[in-house]
């Protein structure tokens, strides 16, 4: 096993308030975890979590911010730094959630749209924007996954190499919610063909997962959620894999 640790990063989908998991992106097809997201923010920080990824996935096909008294709770209830993605389309609701405590933010749909946004974005709030690419067969999906554009992957992290971005966030979408592994191979071809951190998303199952991302030796981290929902994986066993020490 490598050296090199790896961030966890628990996720938080949010859909009409609830704490869910969808199926390959599937809004028609959505697992509820918890009717209280924050009492599962707190849980993951009581479990030794040092980030949390929180998505709103009401946003995300809106097109603006809806679950934000859910997020904002959250953010009163925890501690450790918080990435958001979600609905999250012009400078006025970046400006309104990095007031609010969002360490950093996840932007996709509007990385695809309007790059030179997200680069405006980089220099206005460094160190605290990341670029989501949520990939269908290699090309970017936006729009909550309901579109799937002509960019593939590796063109659409191309474009943000010297913008100041501070993480791009891969998620292949088929593996996604589906406990069928990682495909941490395809997170790594992007984190060797740029300098930007990547971390792997999509497909978690077991610590063989977190085994394989960090193994990669390329990677800055893996977000995880179903596998921790439904008890296939502990936060107690992703940190000791990840080479974090557990609380």
């Known amino acids: 096993m490598t050296d090199k ?13 609830k ?3 969808l199926y390959k992106g599937s809004m028609q097809e959505v697992s509820v975890y918890n009717d209280n997201p924050a009492a599962q923010a707190q849980a993951f920080v009581c479990a030794g979590a040092k980030w949390l990824h929180i998505v709103d996935l009401n946003g995300a096909f809106k097109g603006e911010p809806v679950n934000h008294a859910s997020v904002e709770v959250i953010l009163r209830n925890i ?13 006025a609701t970046m400006e309104r959630w990095l007031g609010a405590g ?20 980089c220099k206005l709030f460094p160190g605290r924007i990341a ?9 970017v999906a936006v729009e909550g996954w309901d579109k799937v554009s002509k960019l593939t992957t590796l063109d659409m992290a191309g474009r943000f190499e010297d913008a100041g971005v501070a993480a ?4 292949d979408i088929d593996r996604d919610g589906t406990l069928s592994g990682v495909n941490a191979e395809a997170s790594a071809e992007i984190a060797r063909a740029i300098s930007i951190p990547v971390i792997a998303s999509g497909g978690v199952r077991d610590v063989a997962d977190i085994i394989a991302v960090r193994e990669t030796n390329v990677l800055e981290g893996v977000i995880t959620g179903k596998a921790l929902y439904g008890g296939s994986l502990t936060m107690e066993q992703a940190l000791k894999a990840a080479g974090k020490t557990p609380c």
């Open 5 to 17: 640790d790896i961030t966890i990063y628990p996720a938080i989908d949010l859909k009409d308030g």
């Open 19 to 21: 704490c869910v998991r």
């Open 79 to 91: 501690e450790v730094p918080v990435q958001l993605g979600g609905g999250i389309r012009d400078l």
């Open 102 to 121: 969002i360490t950093r933010l996840i932007l996709g749909t509007l990385a695809l749209n309007n790059p030179a946004l997200v680069k405006e974005a």
């Open 131 to 139: 670029v989501g690419i949520d990939a269908r067969a290699g090309y």
């Open 168 to 171: 791009l966030i891969h998620t």
